[in-house]
């Protein structure tokens, strides 16, 4: 049997068995009582010398009933050590010297291969609060014999009489040999993932969620524009991949208020047009709409305030560790992004991580923020294997949340994914009831995506939108910098939550209007003082950047609403926020007129950065309201000086033009 039809057989095994694995709205089985956590001042001195002079046992499972190459593999194995976070494993082939270390893992068990008689051996390793590293005795050395001259290989389902092998293996006590802690070269064995091989697919299963654009409406009839915050930016982020791969942009990928939301507009900066509120601040601007002649553009930018004190964090990553993970773009990156967000972290925050694949896992509980070290080691042992439980993971993370809980602090679950959720839970309607159960608890949910290929975008904005959380999709380091760094209290410690947006337009001003983007977001009139209605988040310091395309009114054009008579009124519209506090469940109200003193005779680089964005978004999304919108006069939008946003949007402008051929 080829090797091929070998790996068929074994995806489609493993796939039969972690469909029926777990039932329907399957429970976590987390045990919050026994977690794993680090040595704290509260252990004594004999807790931490038990653990070192602990020492594991070490043995390895029979040899496979069939192999592929020159390359035998086995599985070591041990009991579990007391209070050790992760074991790290050491090999000695024949023809080297001294132990190396070839990998980690916070399992009982590890997957080597080797081409050459090779010796192995382990140690149990574990932090205290002080991010201080405490390693056990080495276990017994347990030699793993290589077969040089065994019969051709067979796969033990052939037809035909089974070859019986001997298991041999020589047991060591530990004898002063020698370990390396880090290898001096490559090592003759080598690791990788038992159990979850996933074949590579050609065809492309990204999917998108579709929602009809925001048509004109006609103020005389329809005055009132209500919709919800929205700071998600994964949109661009997915789009600048696609162009960057070569490969097309489906126009449900392009949601156009996460392009525009992607930029930093510095309204805080500006003291002539924003008005500072009580938990916000409103900036306004009026100027030509460069797609439409005879339309103008209204900008608005609503920020949060940043708090004078930072409230302390309880963050709970949530990782995906199944099959379809095993991607550079995907778990190493996420790796990446774990450490990149710890820096970040003080002792006075909380980081726990739990895993998921077939089933959930908690690597670590109730750490201190500053233990970097024990967070970076844990996050090195996560391989991708398996089918993908999703709701399980959540349900843990939200227990292990909940358990480590800051009354008045930031409660957050960081979400690491590519949104392939194939076991229990998958279907978004079951998805949105499941997560807006949970963010009753007070705790947020923050998404981050990974991949290409399989990426499953709509799954994974509809987890962030209501779960009182953020979606960002992360496709290199400087993404991730950006997001985790640059950006960290901004998307990592929310100001405001349930936030609504409404406009009442006056008819002696304005004929009709669009609301530019925000398709998903839109809400009925009614709910803008329904307390119970979702809203988005808003997080500190982070700001909601709105575009609507306006047709001025006619000098004789009436109202029935506010402005109920022709006054004469200079106001264009009245822009009204609703709110709660973090932690609140009442509402608050602010609000801002936008008049005549807003319009300006030529667009601000602000409107232009704005403008350009939503010009690119219209036109890839083959907008039915584009009107000129063309990538070429997006980039003249942008000409002369720019800022460090500008520039990278004229950038990604530019190299889509130079890689698309057909644009008329």
Known sequence: ??????????????????????????????????????????????????????????????????????????????????????????????????????????????????????????????????????????????????????????????????????????????????IAYEPAEAPAASTSVKGGYYPSSEYNTEEYSHSEESSFK?????????????????????IRRLINDGSPIPEDAVRIEEMINYFDYDYDTDTKYTRRLDTFSVYSEIADCPWNEDAKLLQLGIEAYAPETIPDSNLVFLVDVSGSMDNKDKLPLVKESIEMLTKNMSENDTISIVTYS???????AGAKGN??????????????????????????????????????????????TDGDLN???????????????KRESGVFFTVLGYGKGNIKDNKMETLADNGNGSYH??????????????????????????????????????????????????????DFDNDKKDGGEVGAGQSVTVLYEIIPADANSKSSLKYQKSTGSKDWCTVKIRYKEPDGSKSKLASAVVDDSFVHKAPSSRMKLAAAAAMFGMYLKDSEYKGSSHPDDARKLLSGPKSHDAQNLDLLIEYYIQTNFDLE
């Open 423 to 437: 076991v229990g839970i998958s279907d978004e309607s079951e998805l949105k009831k499941l997560i807006e159960k």
């Open 371 to 416: 233990c970097i070290n024990a967070v970076t080691d844990l996050a090195d042992c996560m391989e991708a294997s398996g089918c993908t439980n999703g709701e399980r993971g959540i349900n843990a993370a939200y227990e292990i949340a909940e358990k480590y809980f800051i009354e008045g602090g930031n409660n957050r679950i960081i979400l690491c």
């Open 473 to 526: 999709y992360i496709d290199c380091s400087d993404e991730a910098a950006k997001v985790l760094i640059e950006e960290c209290t901004e998307n990592i410690i929310t100001a405001a939550k349930d936030v609504k947006i409404q406009a009442e337009f006056n008819p002696e001003k304005v004929k009709s209007y669009r609301l530019i983007g925000y398709d998903n977001r839109r809400l009925g009139n009614e």
């Open 1 to 178: 049997m080829t090797k091929r039809k070998i790996s068929a057989i074994l995806a489609a095994a493993m796939a039969v068995s972690c469909v029926g694995a777990f039932p329907t709205e399957a429970r976590s089985q987390i045990d919050t009582s026994d977690l794993p956590t680090l040595f704290s001042s509260k252990n004594d001195e004999s807790a931490i010398l038990k653990f070192k002079k602990s020492k594991p046992k070490l043995t390895a499972e029979s040899r496979e009933d069939y192999y592929y190459s020159s390359v035998e593999s086995r599985t070591l194995k041990w009991e579990p050590v007391d209070n050790a976070l992760l074991y790290y494993v050491y090999a000695k082939p024949s023809n080297k010297k001294s132990f190396e270390k070839i990998g980690a893992t916070y399992d009982t068990e590890f997957f080597t291969t080797y081409s050459i008689t090779t010796s192995y051996c382990i140690r149990a390793v574990s932090y205290d609060e002080n991010d201080t590293k405490i390693i056990s005795r080495t276990s017994n050395k347990i030699t793993l014999k290589y077969r040089a001259n065994r019969p051709t290989p067979y796969y033990a389902n052939d037809a035909g009489e089974g070859v019986d092998y001997e298991y041999e293996e020589e047991v060591y006590e530990e004898a002063g040999y020698d």
């Open 358 to 364: 077939g089933e959930e896992r908690a690597v670590l």
């Open 218 to 238: 006609n103020v005389s009839t329809d005055p009132v524009s209500t919709f919800a915050a929205d700071v998600d930016t994964a949109s661009y982020a997915n």
